[in-house]
């Protein structure tokens, strides 16, 4: 699993749901995502995946990536952040398994969506 917390942080910016709650996790980046506004593209998002519309779909994802990337940290409270990141991970992975796999799965889609929509 300490694989999975290492590429999880050394990505590229996403908002990823975890139960109720939305997070910008990735490289020095880490931190709950409540702006309504923000979280809005995250709907368009999923109604863009349910039409398949390819467009939309690459609109939004470059749009929730630039919303996550605006909560990166200064790379001088790097550690901070990644080992604030590990303990979530290690806590959801040991409470709460289906939420664990839920997040896992979101990274994987969103490899997929990196690689047939960022150019």
Same mark, same amino acid.
Request: net charge negative; proline share 0%.
């Given at each position: 699993m300490s694989n999975f917390?290492?590429?999880l942080y050394e990505k590229k910016?996403?908002?990823?749901?975890?139960?109720?709650h939305?997070? =910008?996790i990735g490289a020095n980046t880490f931190a709950a995502v409540t702006d309504t506004q923000e979280l809005d593209n995250m709907e368009l998002f999923q109604? =863009?995946?349910k039409k398949q519309n390819d467009r939309q779909i690459a609109k939004?994802?470059?749009k929730l990536m630039r919303i996550a990337n605006s909560y990166r940290v200064d790379a001088r409270e790097h550690y901070k952040v990644q080992e604030k990141l590990f303990q979530f991970?290690?806590?959801l992975a040991s409470k709460d398994a289906a939420a664990f796999q839920a997040l896992q799965r979101?990274?994987?889609a969103f490899d997929e969506f990196c690689e047939k929509y960022q150019h």
């Open positions: 917390k290492e590429s910016s996403f908002i990823y749901q975890i139960g109720e939305y997070y =910008a109604n =863009a995946l939004y994802l470059d991970i290690d806590g979101q990274v994987f």
